[in-house]
């Protein structure tokens, strides 16, 4: 994100902005593309909760978080843009803590890929994951991507309690 050194991210982190809420969408193209009508937007707090319950050893998906959290919500889908933003600031609020981490370098953009807008970018992800053995993996010669390689064998099960 620009300017991460000027902004609160811990002030963003816990400005719910009227959410959660469910709202139902028109879009023929949207509805199509996410199976349904019903669209659910999670405030930032709730993507740091979830990324806090990833244990060592375990990923998650900004996917997986957001099909979780539209079916604890009886919504169709969690809206992605808001997603990607959210997952962000939870991290960069961590951060800026230096304590009470949340372990954000455990969430994954979709298929495994490693995200360049985390904290210290793809390098400090690629070394907090091989620390807890994850294997990172180049893909591309010229739109070089990083990911964990195996991804969905480490992943987390939103489902449990645990």
Do not use: C
């Not at 997986?64 to 539209?70: H, S």
């Amino acid at each position: 994100m620009p300017n991460e050194e000027k902004k609160d991210f811990n002030a963003m982190l816990h400005d719910s902005k009227d959410m959660p809420k469910v709202q139902i969408v028109t879009d023929p193209g949207t509805i199509k593309k996410y199976g349904g009508d019903r669209m659910y937007f999670a405030p930032p707090m709730e993507y740091d909760r979830a990324m806090r319950r990833v244990p060592e050893g375990k990923l998650a998906t900004i996917t997986d978080i957001r099909a979780y959290f539209a079916r604890a919500n009886g919504a169709d889908f969690t809206e992605p843009i808001t997603a990607g933003i959210f997952v962000s600031i939870a991290a960069w609020a961590s951060f800026q803590r230096g304590e009470d981490e949340t372990p954000y370098w455990r969430t994954l953009k979709a298929g495994g890929e490693l995200n360049p807008k985390y904290p210290g970018g793809i390098e400090a992800q690629r070394e907090s994951l091989e620390a807890e053995g994850h294997i990172v993996v180049q893909r591309g010669r010229r739109n070089i991507r990083y990911y964990v390689k195996d991804y969905e064998r480490a992943l987390y099960s939103f489902e449990n309690r645990n």
